[in-house]
């Protein structure tokens, strides 16, 4: 009665260890610590389910007769087929195993003993389950005080293994979370990193304006503006949506903002830029992945505004109480072709209008019914904020439009305004 009460005692430690217990590595060793205490043997070993290989997968083994140093080679790379020794055949069957003379039991492997130099005389194995699924087996080998281990040594280890079954899900769950935590903490400094990409607002004379703000969908997004000066006082101005949101297009959109600054530095007509920025962008694109595109120069001393589109919405003309498209001139998205020709067009700002630049993720933005901002409340929207600000006006209005519902795309918005 007092072995029993004392491993019953030993049981119960067991649950409070393993409640505290996160790591999976530190998990392990105390499992088989605490295997070994409760059924009072001299070895023991786990072995952990792997469900797509349909296999055992050794992963720890404490031996006090020959210490750890021998059971070094049994860590790594050991891996046991379903129904194969008494361990697989413990984790096909789903029910405990209770070996009295191992030696002489046709389902016992004597590899291990082979390559370690102990002799299993017994071994009880237990499944360790949780809620119906598989988790592993764990066995315990020569019972130390007795020739060979009892009844109440099976109950003990088959309560044993439900408690294990429990501290490995938690263990489990705990490094889901904390990998989660590490993705998420990794996304932010994506986040971060991106918003480095957003320029700052050029101050200009007067009230004159070039403004551009991008809100991602996710923690990092596709969407790209940018103003580059040039020498002759005109600017660079242009925003591109790659096809797709998150890191993937976040990727894409760092190379490609990378060859426009590159390909910048070559002051050439928006359409002529276009064509060598398509040239750069089909090398890491290879027609995969695209990226429509709206490309200006503009000159504020004289409003003139020269512009290429490679396959992305017209820009809108905004002027006493009206929001038009202008003329779009033909071009692909850049990334689909290795060769392609884009045309240059030509407006010139006058004074008091606006040239708004918009991403599909406004008009397309959903309300929580589903329904669409559309390009009718668009236009509206800008026909009513007049100018200057009709870019912010249009963004918080998306804003306001989508409530609680989380953006279905990236939000890109550009403006300039001739004062």
């Not at 119906?132 to 005080?145: I, M």
């Not at 940018?226 to 993937?248: E, H, M, Q, R, T």
């Not at 512009?307 to 919405?313: I, K, L, S």
């Not at 072709?337 to 993720?361: A, C, P, R, W």
């Amino acid at each position: 009665m007092n072995t029993q009460a004392n491993r019953l005692k030993k049981l119960i430690q067991a649950n409070q260890v393993l409640a505290s217990i996160e790591s999976l590595v530190d998990l392990l060793p105390q499992l088989l610590r605490l295997a070994q205490d409760v059924t009072g043997a001299e070895a023991s070993s786990i072995m952990l389910y792997n469900e797509e290989k349909n296999v055992l997968n050794f992963a720890w083994a404490m031996n006090d007769v020959l210490g750890d140093k021998a059971m070094k080679d049994l860590k790594t790379g050991f891996e046991l087929p379903m129904g194969k020794g008494v361990a697989g055949w413990v984790a096909e069957h789903r029910e405990a195993l209770n070996v009295l003379d191992a030696q002489n039991d046709e389902r016992f492997s004597k590899e291990a003993d082979k390559k370690t130099g102990f002799k299993t005389r017994c071994i009880l194995c237990t499944p360790i389950i949780h809620q119906d699924k598989l988790l592993g087996v764990v066995q315990v080998l020569n019972s130390a005080d007795k020739e060979c281990f009892g009844r109440e040594d099976e109950e003990l280890l088959e309560s044993f293994g439900h408690l294990a079954g429990v501290a490995l899900v938690r263990s489990e769950l705990m490094l889901q979370r904390l990998n989660q935590q590490k993705f998420e903490t990794q996304l932010e400094a994506a986040s971060r990193i991106q918003k480095q990409f957003n320029p700052r607002q050029p101050e200009l004379e007067g009230d004159n304006l070039i403004w551009g703000s991008s809100v991602p969908a996710q923690f990092v997004g596709g969407d790209l503006y940018d103003f580059i000066p040039n020498s002759d006082g005109s600017w660079y101005i242009y925003v591109a949506d790659v096809a797709g949101k998150g890191l993937p297009a976040a990727l894409i959109m760092s190379a490609l903002w990378t060859r426009i600054r590159a390909e910048a530095l070559v002051e050439r007509t928006p359409g002529e830029m276009l064509k060598a920025i398509n040239v750069g962008a089909y090398e890491f694109m290879s027609g995969e992945v695209f990226a429509t595109m709206v490309l200006m120069r503009y000159t504020p001393e004289s409003g003139k505004c020269e512009y290429a589109v490679a396959g992305h919405p017209s820009p809108l003309l905004i002027s006493e109480g009206q929001a038009e498209p202008i003329e779009r001139p033909f071009g692909l998205p850049v990334g689909i072709l290795d060769e392609g020709d884009f045309g240059t067009s030509e407006i010139t700002l006058e004074k008091g209008q606006s040239l708004v630049v918009v991403t599909d993720g406004v008009d397309e933005a959903r309300a929580a019914d589903g329904e669409f901002f559309g390009e009718e409340r668009m236009e509206e929207i800008l026909r009513q904020g007049g100018t200057p600000h009709a870019g912010k006006n249009l963004l918080k209005a998306v804003a306001d439009w989508r409530g609680d519902t989380p953006p279905n795309d990236d939000t890109t918005v550009v403006e300039i305004y001739r004062a």
